[in-house]
């Protein structure tokens, strides 16, 4: 049902890097900003990148985000045990004028 | 500080007609630009939005879902109502609002959720 995709998990051990893609269409990640919402597991999702790649206060900047096209990615380096969580990318789809999610990241820390 | 809280039934049967009332503080809906949404996760699946009302009244809906939702503002109450017609089982989810700031499009802050499940 999403229009926009991503890697249904991605692992690494503690202190390696991952990314995260999220491939869209030029409706949506092409044409509008991209992003990102982490969700620990029983909360509620917080943005963690907005605008590609800003950074809300207090989100550290290991998290970082980046376009290109229609695509987006999410990199965290130097990964630690509490960013194990979904991930989820997001932006506006200007032909369904409305919001589309992604199809949600696990982050496992191995 | 931004705050937002949703509140509505834990369980309704199918066909049903389904009210959610998004309580909001440390924001106005009267300023330009700001918006509230709703958005659902069913049980262990993804993200998926339902619907964005701005300050201006301008109002958006999920192309799926669209029909069904009508979503409405209280500017006096700090209130956003999202209601639902003829819910279904695969209705069951946990429903969130969520704040969205001035020229930007994501949602900074968002509610703890209300779950819901739709059963006979």
């Known amino acids: 049902q999403s229009v926009l995709t991503q890697p249904p998990s991605v692992s690494a051990a503690p202190g390696q890097t991952v990314t995260i893609s999220c491939s869209g269409s030029?409706?949506?990640?092409?044409?509008?900003?991209v992003s990102w919402y982490q969700q620990l597991p029983g909360t509620a999702p917080k943005l963690l990148i907005y605008?590609?790649?800003k950074r809300p206060s207090g989100i550290p900047d290991r998290f970082s985000g980046s376009r290109s096209g229609t695509s987006a990615t999410l990199g965290i380096p130097g990964l630690q045990t509490g960013d194990e969580a979904d991930y989820y990318c997001?932006?506006?789809?200007?032909?369904?004028?409305?919001?589309?999610f992604g199809t949600g990241t696990k982050v496992t820390v191995l | 500080q931004i705050t937002l809280k949703e509140s509505g039934p834990a369980l309704v049967k199918p066909t049903q007609t389904l009210t959610l009332t998004c309580t909001f503080s440390?924001?106005?809906?009267?300023?330009?630009?700001?918006?509230v949404g709703w958005i659902r996760q069913p049980p262990g699946k993804a993200l998926e939005w339902l619907a964005l009302?701005?300050?201006?009244?301008?109002?958006h809906y999920s192309p799926s879902l669209k029909g069904r939702l009508t979503i409405t503002k209280d500017t006096s109450k700090n209130q956003v109502v999202l209601t639902m017609t003829n819910v279904d089982p695969v209705d069951t989810a946990t429903y969130y609002c969520?704040?969205?700031?001035?020229?930007?499009?994501?949602?900074?802050?968002w509610g703890q959720g209300s779950p819901l499940t739709v059963s006979s």
């Open positions: 605008d590609n790649n």
């Open positions: 997001g932006t506006w789809d200007s032909s369904l004028s409305g919001y589309v």
């Open positions: 440390g924001f106005s809906l009267s300023t330009s630009g700001v918006g």
């Open positions: 009302i701005n300050w201006n009244n301008d109002k």
């Open positions: 969520a704040h969205r700031p001035p020229g930007w499009v994501n949602f900074d802050f």
């Open positions: 030029s409706s949506n990640i092409g044409s509008n900003p």
